[in-house]
Every structure is written in C-alpha cells, then in structure tokens.
C-alpha cells in the first residue's frame, strides 16, 4: 500500500505497441515531401541503407544514391580489407553454415588498409554517389582521416551505445569535440537512446544522431544483457533532446532511427514517433542487388575471441527500386517503403517530415486475432 | 526520469479488450427498441451491409430492407459496370485464385454506365426496398446525382480515410457542405476517425457517419502505413463528437461503426461503444444470399497498377435471416445477431440504443485460457 | 489530445492476472480458521457445489455435507422430473456425443414433480445434510415453497444475471423483498456484479449473493452478448457494497464467488479479492462420485428452442474427499483445495477468512515462459 | 463509475517485462568492479550457488570459492545424512523416472548425523573455502550451531517465506534475533518480499536477506496458493526497505535476489532492480560439476507425505567456469554470466554495483516477434 517506491518505471513503446491516428486533414500522397538533409546534404527519401558488408557495397551505394537514398559503407568491413571483396563475399555466402564462424574470424583479421579505404572512396565519388562511410570509435581516429581525405561526404561513428563521455583506461578514448572539429566533413554518432545523452552527443558538435540500442523484441543484446529501449520510446526521447537543442542553441540536428524497421508501418510510425530519418538493414540485404546475396551478418559474427550471431539467410525478394518505389508485388508492406510512406502521410495530413512528426499515437498492441482479419484486410 | 515528452500516447481500445458490465436493472429482451434512423428512415434494426459486390446485390438489397436492415449497392462496382453483373460474379467466384487478379483488374476497368445505375436503383425501390448507393469521393460527383434521379433514398461517400478538408493539386477535391446542399437525400460519409474530424464533418451537414479507419488486429491499412485506430475508441471518440455537435446545434448526427464486427458480442460492444448503428461485411458475404458465393473481396482487390488484397474463402454458412434473427446453429455468437444484442441488452437494462450506449465498460482483454474455458460456456 | 471522453474505461481483472503478497506474520497453516456462515448455518469449509445435475445429486449433497462442505441441488433438473434420476443421468452421459441434444431436450421437458421435489429433500435432510436448492426467478414462487415445506434449509434463486428491478411484460417478475419475507429460510441470489446492484438486492433482505457473470476467459456469454466481468474485479466490487451495507445496517451478508475456479491458487485469489465462500462445479464434476461420471452440462445445453452448449467430457480426477483434504496426486493446485487454502492464508499471515479477504493483491499477468519454470517449480 | 475500491492493485514486474536503459557515461567492462560483501566476506563476483543438494557438494563449494563465488551447502540435504552422499546423489540420477519418487522418500528420511555435519563444514574449510550452510527455520536451532562449531562461516536460515513473526502453537517458533545473538557467525534469511517485512527482518539483526516468493511465471507456489510477486518487483521493494533501514540505523544489509534467473540479462536486471547479489540454482544444476549430473530437484521432491515436484532433467551444458567466465558457446545468454554482467553495466555507465542499482528500468514486455528479430540479434 504505502510501500516507498525504489525507482520509477516508465512505459516504453515498441512498433508493435502503437498505431497512428488519421489526421483531420488528407493530402493527396502525391503531393507530399519526403526529403530529407544531413550535414548539408539533401536526399530525395529519408531512407539509409546500413553500414553492413552484406547490405552496402560501393556499388550499391552509387545505385542509392541514384535513387535518392544513401548506403553507408563499412570500413571495417571487407571491402577495405580485400582489393577482391566481391570474391570474399561469394566464398562466405557459399560455405556452409557449420564451417562459416572460422570463416568469418580468418578474413575479418584480414588487415585494413588504407589505400583501398582511398580505392573505395573514390569508387562511390567518381560513380556521382554521396560518399557516407562508418567507423568504430576505436579506429575513428585511424580511419575516418583517411575516408575524408579520399573524398568521403559524411563519417557515422558507430558503437552498440555511445555517450559523449566514455571511461576507459585501456586506451584513450574518441573525444568527439575535438574530432569534429578537426575533421572537414559532417559527422553523425550514435547509437544512442536517451533524451539526457542525446542533448550532451548533439553538443559536441555532431550534425546526425542514429537512434536505437537493443529495440524491441528477441533482441540479442537485451537478452545478454538486459540493455535495450523499444524504438518508438527512443525516437520519442531522443526527438524530444532534438527540440529542445534547437530552442536552446538554433541549431537542428536530425535524428536517424536505427534498427527493427521492416514494413511501411513500421517506417511510417518512425516519423510518427519524431524521427529525420530510418536507417534499414535487413530488407535492404533481401534485395537481389545486396552484397550477401540473400545473406546477412552482423559486425560481431567475425569476432575472433567471442563471435556473436551467426550468418542468417535472409532471402533475395526484390530490387532495390521495387523496395524502395514498387511496386509491390506482396500486401504485406515490406515493398514499397516510399508509396507506405506517401500514403500515410497523405491519410494523416502530413505535407513533409515535420508535420508527420506532430502525428497523433495511440497504444494499440497488434497481436493478431484468428478470424478476425478478413474484413480488414480488404480494405 | 524527468524526461520531457515529446508527445502523449492514449491508449486505444478494440473489441477484444473491453468487456460490458452488466447494469442494475435488467429487461426482458423482447421489450427491447432497437430501431436505427437515418436521414429520416427508420429501420427496425441497427445493422447495414457494406457496399462490397460479394455482399450487397439488388436482390439482396431488397431482401434486407424486407428484415428491417439496410444493404448498400456499390456504385463503383460491378452491378453499374455490366448489365449481366450476376455472371461476371459467377466467373469472378469460379476461376482459380492463381488466375483471379487479371480477371479483376479486367473487369474492374470496364467502365461505369449511368443507365446501369439507374436500372439496379429501379430494380431496389420498385421492390419497395431502401435503396442507399455508395460512391467515392473522386466518382461522387458524376454518380451520385444519376442515383438521385432514379430515387435512390440514401447517398454514402466512403473513402479508407475521409475528413472535411482534403489537399490535392491533381484533381478538385469534393466540397462536401456544397454537394449536400446540392444532393436532395441525405448524405452519409466515411471513414472517419477522431473527435475534430468528426466535427468538422458533422458541420458539412451530413446526415452520417461511418466510423473506423484500419481497425483492429492485422489490418492491412494498419501493417502497410502504420495507421489505423481500434474500433471501441474509434467509436467513443465520434460518439463524444455526435454529443458535442448535438448540443451546440441542435441536430443528432448517427454514427455508424465499420468494421471488424463479427460475432454477437462485437456488436453489443459497439453500441456500448456509443455507436447507433452498425455495417457490418463478412458475415453477410457468409450467407447463402451473397453474391459472392462464399467468397469476398476489398475494393482494392482490383487496382490496375497497384492490386492489394485478394478473393477471399469465406465460406457459405447460413442465410440471411439466420445471420440476422436466428436460429443460430453455433454457439461462438456469430448467428442471430439481434437476438444477440437483444439478450445483451436485457441483461444491461437497456431499453433502446440511446440507454445502450451508456452501458459501462471494462478492459478485460480476451485472453483465451485453456482448461479454464468449461464452466463458463456452460452457463 | 484534448479529446473528451465519452466514458471511462476501468481495468478489471481475472484470476490470472493477480497474484497475492505475502504478510509481514506468517501463520502455521493448521490454525487457521476457514468456517463460512451463511444464514446462520455454518460450514467449516467455506466451499460450494455448484447446482448442476452432473454436480449435485441427493447423494452428493449429503455428503459434501459430511465434509463440511454444502452442495445445492437443482430444483429445475433431472432430480425433480424422474423418480429415477440417476439411470436418466446414466443414459445421458453413455449416449454417443452428436445424440445427446436431442436427448438432453427430451428429458428436461418432463414436467417437475411437487412430490419429487419434497422427496429429495427429505433424502438430504434424512440422511443429516444439510439442504440447500437452486431455482430460477421465473420458477422461484412455484418450486421453492414446495421445498421448504419439505425442509430445505436454503434457497438460491440464479439466473444468469440477476439484479432487485427486472422489467417485463410478458410476465410479473419476481419481487424480492416480498419473497423473502414470505420464505421461513435464508435466500441467496445471483448471479450479479456491481457495486450498486450488489447494494440493492442486499436491501431486499437476501442472506447471500452469488459473484459472477460472464467471468475471464472464453465465457460464451460474453462471446454471444459482450458481457462479463472478470471473478476478481466482480469480487472486489461486491465486497465493497458488502462492507458499505454492513456499515449503513449492521448487518453482514456474505457473498460467494461463482465461476472460473478451478485451482487452489483461484481459491486463494478468490478470497483474497474479498469473498466469503466460493461455488465449485467443474472441479465437482471431475470427482468420482459426480453423477455426471466424467461429464458435464450447463442449463441452458437442453434449451428446446436454443440449446447453447453441449455435453462436455471433464473426465474423473479424484475423489472428493481428495478433491477437497487430498493428499494430492498432482503439482498444478487442482487437487486438496482446503490444503492449497489454509497453505496460502499461512503464507499470508491470515487467521480466518476475514483476515485472508484484507490480502494485498499485485497485478502479475500469468503468462507462461518457457525454460524459465524449473527452479520456481521445485520450491 | 463511481464504484468505491475494495482494494488497491498494484503493478508487479518480473524479468520479462522490463529491460534497463543505457546510461548517459559508458565504462570499459574490464574496469567494472562488482565484488559483493556478506558478513564480512567479500567476493569477487556478486553470485551465489543455491543450497540444493543437485547444485551445492563440498566439492562444488570450494570451486565456486576458488572461483571468488559462494555455494551453500543444504544442511537438511543428502551430504549430511550419508557418508557416501555422492552414491546415493548417483542412484538418485541413475534411476527411472517412475522409481524416483520412493527412492527420494526413502533417501531423504535418514536422519541428519552430527558428525557429518562437521566433516562437511571442514572439507570446505580445509581446501579453503568459504563455508556457507543453509537450513530450515525448523532445524535451525539443531543444526546451525553444529555446523558453526565445526567452523562455517554463514548461516542462511531458508524458507518459502520468512517473516520475523511466525504464529504457531503446535511448536515454538525459531526467534531470530535471540539466535542471531547467539550464533557466532552471519546469519542471512529468507525467502522474503515486501517493504515493512523486509524492514522488521532487517531488525532482528541478520545480515543478508534472500528475495523472492513465487517468483514469475508458471510457479508452483504461486498456481497452487495464489501466493507470489514477480522478481523485479520483490527486489525493487526489498531494497527500498535497505535504503530505509540504512538511513535509520547506518547498517547495510545487503539482499540478495534468489530465483528465477536464468542469463546475463536477467543478472543484469537483478542488479537493475536493487539486488546485491544473485543467487542461482538451475544454471549450477547445468555444469558439468553439478553432483545432479543433470538432473535437479527441489526440497519438497522428498516430503514423506505431500511429494512436490520431481526430479527434473536440466541437461549439461557448459563448466562452472564457462558459466560464470566464458568463454560463451551461445548467444542466448545463458553462459559466461560475469562477462555479460559487465559488458551490460559497461553499456548502463556503472562503476559498480551500487551504481548499476541507480540505472533506469522501462517497462517493454519482451513478447517475441518472429521475422523481427534478425537485425537486432546481429547488433
């Protein structure tokens, strides 16, 4: 009854838990703007493709940018450790399963090496793309400098969770104010959650912040660990250090939701819940363009002390335009993420982002219903 | 902890998560008034059938305005489209599902002919049946007034989402206050959503409202673009709105719940809801009357470029006056309907729908438990 | 946002949601005190057969009464319309499953005997038990006098929702008050939840109530009709107008929990939510000596026009002495109830049953996890 | 609506339902300190054998010391009633499963020697462990003060709940504050939930608590008494009642959360929650050095009368040294606890465990999504 209470507990809201309410105007879907700009640059669609080796190769990432997206491409990944990362690629997507971790360990020891960050760089630039590259905060400092100095457009530095301040005595931490002032292009951290540490990341000067540690369900890390926010409260909380950032300093710095997204609901409610922007892996690795050829793994497979995940078969089901464009061949919103994404804007009166972000959430938990689904779904 | 909010999220109810009290008084269920009026129609029951071609024929239009309910005839369907309708829904229900989407889009393109539309109003009203037509908002326009001058009594103009404002550059939208104006019968619109839109749209002066946008669990509406609202909040909200208007002006608006009801007790909660009628599709597609011989289907189902949904096996499993009146052969609610919502009625102590409506309501989700469920059904 | 509400919506809860503290004072289980007075009988289990004819014969009730227990008979079924009940029963639970409508519809439209009823009461009364018997509000004024000039102790009137204002006119309701002044015995009546409901029958001057309608899960009546009201909500409801009553009179009438119990850990909740004593019939039904052998049936199965529910197989468990003293033969709480009873009161510090109904109860949804049972399991 | 409540029912969390937010600084795992102090003692890591007899040997003791953990030896178990425990604990493993239930009565029912009791007390000693016992408050005046004579070092007192009154007549119940008094050594009780319980057991004088009753899911006490709080929020509440009791007398009792955790996840949320300490049984149970060798079984499997729980198959499935160190053949979890308890406390920004205690918890149901867990699992 009057038990003193030890610590709060707040609700958190995953994809699953919320649905968004229609809004008291429509507009044609047709006539809404969906661009998107990060650190000067401007993209037609607010749609990034993972840093994952089997998901953005150079080759995929001039290809995004010619649809007005952006893919973002590993370097510590294959491609900067192998003049042939293609091959490497073919030879981990056909081994099979039981003899793929040894596989992983041997050619992610593979030393990287500058002259093929420089290889890569330049692949993307002089094909017209925009050139994003990401690093850990471990070999920014090595790395990014020699990304940039190629011709690379954007840095993301990337870590499960990353704050402004790191304690560490093994080696010297990034300093990511310094960082950002000595490297010439914008930088975009993350992953973060939290309104308090997302306020301190913009501080430092940061021009993109990537959302999402450990979201939702059957996540790996949550379950080791017990560390995770559902996505719809980590994009609230982190939208919420956005705005006020921006009354306080008048600089805007947008927020990139990462992880968990794949339908155009899920996408949809992204923005809904205050997000610039969606970075999206796997649907991005189940296109026939991807680099895993219908394969997918994470950074931490190839970990050679505690490999962590495995090589998943994901599946090759579309093109990249049929993903990002249409049109789908399926009604279950996995293609076609823009037409989604027009469309309910259109039903909640969105003419771009920032009015999507303003839209009305409700909790409305999805757990399917037997029997109940047919009059709905035909609608 | 002391995180600022972005924004609020509500909880939103569906059917399977409410549950209605009892009250302190109980009627005897044959006393009970359960007629529905609507632009000055009084029907003996508060049940309308959807505008689907599988549910809503002439025949069966004629045949529902004979027990007292209300069918309403798709304009934008096949009956206005061929003078041998009943044979193209032959065909339609006959083909192999492989083979069905073509012949959808085939048929669906065939245009709409005026002197159809008169011929299938004539052939309702010379049965002495109501005759309601339904149109979308693009086709309003041009259809709905050739209805009107054959007699149709009732106009609905239904889109996934409507509201009284619509943004458009491609074509001008429909000015709802000047077409009612304009029209000589009443006018219903839909689907709506929300206190404010519901205003707003009441103050168009229509004469009603259909209520719910991707209600409910695995809604297509809901995967594809992450909106939709359940249908018990859907409800209290332009119920809320109904009562607003009607003091402020005088005029008593009927909201009409859409979607997702498919057993006795959806039904009763709908009304509990602050509904004061109901459309309801699958269950009449299941009777031996329907066009569609056991089989349904979306107006999306046909798209020519963007085709979502498809035929649906919905099974034949009793007629209309058993869906309606009873007997009923099952014992899971989804026979006798207003036998249902009479008994549910008697044991709440309503007399009529507007007591209904008051009835109190707890959240008690559905959850089903194994073992627990003998004792309880037996009584 | 700033919608108005169209009604409130409370959370009500069932069986599996709750679970119950445990006190600052742990007690050793055989001192507790469990009596239940009703009508100025006392029982020294607060523990009921429900008034099903696969439940309650003569037989039964004479000896639940020997263990402390009472079990009321159904004045409506078999025993009062055949001088040879027990063969009637015999035929109805050997008869193949899709025979036995038919069969159930014959036997119940025997007309009731006035003769048969006295003759089973005096079988109770003559054999030392105590005689309680059920009837329906429509029957009451017919059958219940006949029974208590025969002896019956105890009158329950049940419907399935009973409140002191019925309103029809096809025939004169029931008036309470009047009838219990004119009966020499205690009535209880039932069955109802709410607060004012539950307030105003107290008021006729009936000496008991029964809880519950269309409680958790899957109950039929809340499938067909939307109504119900999960046992610990109920509970807690009536308990508050008991205390209420028991503050504006001076005079304490008890009430019974009826529905859904089926484990110790129910019969635990039920009192810990406010009960006085809780009906059986499943579990009864599951004993050896239940004329159902291994079948049971609600009253509204043998309906001539709408039979609901059909003959259920529940299988024979144990005896009711096990049922009830044990020992018992299974780990999942369906067996020694008074055991698993006085058990839980130790654990929660409870003298007697008042002591057990001031519980704090903590909502713990009770979802099954997997692989996460054994340690708890085995403590 | 205005319904006056019975009683007040209050949220309870388990494991499953929450997850902790990462905090706003983050620490290199290696650079985390989680030593816990009991009595005195202090461990280098925060986790503790429960006393079962499948779980806890001599054997296992001194390694789990070794290891800079703690294993309680059952006083009440097999190694202190037979000289050759390890063969009888091999029949006991080696027998079918319908043979089991007698031979644990049998087993079990030969008294507790004196002599053993010291021989086991200094087996641990002599290799130097730490010599940690348990048993029930029955036996406790009996066995405790032999089993401190022969030279351990604690003293846990155990029951399914603890509380510092016990009402009894049929024995004089254990008063702990006199033994705690008398005994030499530290005292820890429990199990225990609840704010003023805790505070009043804290009085007595004892020095550790043990959290838990009915913890979580699927529990047997809790399905058959109805008796239960899930873990998190028995752990949030005990330590409250330690923060408390710390501010009034300046003493630290440290409380240590006993069931129900099965990862690294739910070790960190333990500690998330207020914990100290965790103790373990079932994943003990697993290593290769259980003397269960695969099997487990509570403390009621043997009751001569009421035989609760049987012996369960747990399978073996890594080394102490696996399940505490790594390295982890798994992603699951399920091994290399430490490691995972760092690495989350690394993410969470704490320095210790007094500060892993401050992280923020959120409430998000880990309902598992299938076909959304790729991406995540690959972080």
Redesign the interface.
């Known amino acids: 009854?009057g038990?003193?209470?030890?610590?709060?507990?707040?609700?958190?809201?995953?994809?699953?838990d919320?649905?968004?309410?229609?809004?008291?105007?429509?507009?044609?879907p047709?006539?809404t703007n969906i661009e998107f700009t990060l650190g000067g640059h401007t993209f037609r669609i607010p749609i990034i493709a993972?840093a994952m080796d089997a998901v953005v190769s150079p080759d995929t990432a001039v290809k995004l940018s010619q649809m007005g997206s952006l893919g973002v491409l590993n370097l510590d990944g294959l491609w900067t450790r192998y003049e042939d990362a293609a091959e490497i690629l073919a030879e981990l997507t056909a081994v099979s399963l039981d003899k793929v971790t040894p596989l992983f360990q041997k050619f992610y020891t593979e030393p990287i090496k500058d002259n093929l960050i420089a290889k890569r760089v330049q692949q993307i630039k002089r094909a017209g793309g925009v050139c994003a590259v990401s690093t850990t905060p471990q070999n920014t400092k090595r790395l990014a400098p020699a990304a940039v100095e190629a011709g690379a457009d954007i840095v993301f530095v990337q870590s499960?969770?990353?704050?402004?301040?790191?304690?560490?005595?093994?080696y010297e931490g990034l300093v990511l104010n310094k960082f950002v002032q000595q490297i010439k292009v914008p930088v975009v951290v993350g992953n973060v959650?939290?309104?308090?540490?997302t306020l301190?990341l913009m501080g430092t000067g940061v021009q993109g912040i990537l959302v999402g540690?450990?979201?939702?369900?059957?996540?790996?890390?949550?379950?080791?660990?017990?560390?995770?926010?559902?996505q719809v409260?980590a994009t609230?909380?982190c939208?919420?250090a956005r705005?006020?950032f921006y009354k306080q300093t008048g600089r805007y710095v947008p927020i990139i939701t990462d992880?968990?997204i794949?339908?155009?609901?899920?996408?949809?409610?992204t923005f809904?819940?205050?997000a610039d922007a969606a970075m999206i892996?796997?649907p991005f690795a189940q296109t026939f363009e991807a680099a895993g050829r219908g394969y997918?793994?994470?950074?931490?497979?190839p970990h050679p002390?505690?490999p962590?995940?495995i090589r998943?078969k994901?599946g090759q089901k579309c093109s990249m335009e049929q993903l990002l464009y249409?049109?789908?061949a399926v009604?279950?919103?996995t293609q076609?993420l823009v037409?989604?994404l027009r469309?309910?804007m259109g039903?909640?009166?969105a003419?771009n982002i920032k009015e999507m972000q303003?839209a009305?959430?409700?909790?409305?938990p999805?757990?399917?219903?037997e029997?109940?689904?047919?009059?709905?779904?035909?609608?």
């Open positions: 009854m038990t003193p209470q030890f610590k709060e507990i707040r609700r958190a809201y995953g994809f699953d919320i649905s968004i309410a229609p809004g008291a105007v429509t507009v044609n047709d006539q993972s499960t969770v990353t704050t402004a301040r790191h304690i560490s005595k093994s959650v939290g309104y308090e540490t301190e540690v450990g979201p939702g369900a059957a996540c790996t890390t949550r379950e080791v660990t017990g560390v995770g926010i559902p409260t609230l909380d939208a919420a705005e006020t992880g968990g794949r339908t155009g609901g899920d996408l949809c409610k809904a819940s205050g892996g796997t997918n793994w994470g950074m931490a497979a002390a505690l962590r995940g998943i994901v249409g049109p789908s009604t279950d919103g076609n037409g989604a469309v309910g039903m909640i009166g003419m303003q009305e959430l409700v909790y409305a999805d757990i399917k219903t029997g109940k689904t047919f009059q709905m779904a035909q609608k």
